[in-house]
């Protein structure tokens, strides 16, 4: 290190963990808190290992667009590997580059409106499960939809009906995935403590599915179709040395874009249930929406720039609730931030959730407010008060899809029902890799009159 490292100011803490208590018991809040008392950057420590967080939107797009070869993924991540390898979310620098330019073939704007018709069919499906009168875990029904449309456009296939185990091991992965991420526990990776064993089934499971998948695509090449699989075992690296990818590339892709790409949508698609049953003329005004727009049929990808409202829900769901709400990054080199000098292996860490929440950006942030996100207020507020997807080199490869998929089932959904929250207390979320409501979304379904 050729100058002395200079951290921003931080709380007080333990001289030997750090914040990790709070990291444990809900970082969440304390993030929040910690941006309320010190402003745009403050420093907490987890054991000896300092983080920085950074809550102010040029220093963010600092981390994420220009300097973002300065930082490698955190720790939550890199533990990661053990599902999804050297897939796009892991993998690092000019190879991750070199992987992000084959992967964005199956999601141009073209191949989005080719997986419309199976958000659609699902969304269908979803919409017709449902019985007037009835209450209803909302997350679990987004989930086995959002996994549904994930494995059609990924294989072609039902995993509803086809590999039915896959849901089952990926809820498994999730569940015990967050013991992995505290500090120390690699300790646990050999010993058959619970969080090993059902880590490493979950892992096996996956692994054995999807390998089986692509072997048998190999065995026969007329199975294959649009779907990631045949687009991404076609591609090559055409800048590079015009290779294709290997049988265990293609499983971390393809797991990447599974993880990526299920549970986020859930989330975000059960906050907007929940959020429209607190708001009611909100509600009525995305009912009539729907009704001009669609009249009575199905939403198709043509209705998408019309369905202007169902947008705003799902952009402000993603702001108040958002599904990836904390990106920590490690430097791997002294790095200047504003006045700050941060030293190498530091991380810097910052966070939707805390953003998102930002007075300065944000009139009443507590306040359910889709309006916000139409075009003009948009482009009035600073471009990283909003980042829900991230940004730079590795903004979220998914993210039109998620789009696509959020306001077709949103407006399916509002076609035909109502949903009512009876609790008397405000749903509270869980932050484990992603943010989800912590008990599920349990919500009375009423038919529309
Ligand atoms: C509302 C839904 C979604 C949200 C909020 C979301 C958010 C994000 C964010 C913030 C990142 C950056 C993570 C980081 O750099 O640490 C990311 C990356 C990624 N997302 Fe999404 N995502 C969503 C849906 C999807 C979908 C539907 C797919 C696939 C079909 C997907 C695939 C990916 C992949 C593969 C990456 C890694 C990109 C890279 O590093 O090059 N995501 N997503």
Redesign the pocket.
Known sequence: MSKRAVLPPGPKESPVFGSLKHYLNDLPYYLLRLSREYGNLCTFHLGKTPVVLVNEPDLIEQILVKDSRKFI?GRG?QRAKVLLGEG??TSEGDF?LRQ?KM?QKPFTKRCMVGYQPIMQEYAKEAVEKLTDGEERDMLKDMMQLTLRV?GKAAFGLDLAEDAPTVGTAFTEFLEWFPIRVVPGSELLDHIPVPSTKHIDHAVKELNSVILGIIQKRRENPATEGGDFLSILMHAVDEEGDGSKMTDEQLRAEIM??FL??HE??AN?LSWCYYLLSLHPHIRERVQQEVDTVLEGRLPTAEDYPKLELCQQIFAEA?RMY???WF?PREAVEDYQLGEYLIPKGATVAVSQLVTHYDHRFWQEPMAFWPERHSKEAAHARPKFSYF???AG???????K??WL??VTVLAAMMQKWEFHYEGNRPINYVASLTLRPKHGMHLRVRARK
Do not use: D, N, Q, Y
């Open positions: 993924k991540l796009l979310f991750h992000r992967c994930i990447s874009m990526g790409g986020t949508t975000a993603l958002p599904p990836v990106m829900p997807f991230s080199e590795r903004f979220c490869l998914g993210e899809f998620a998929e959020g």
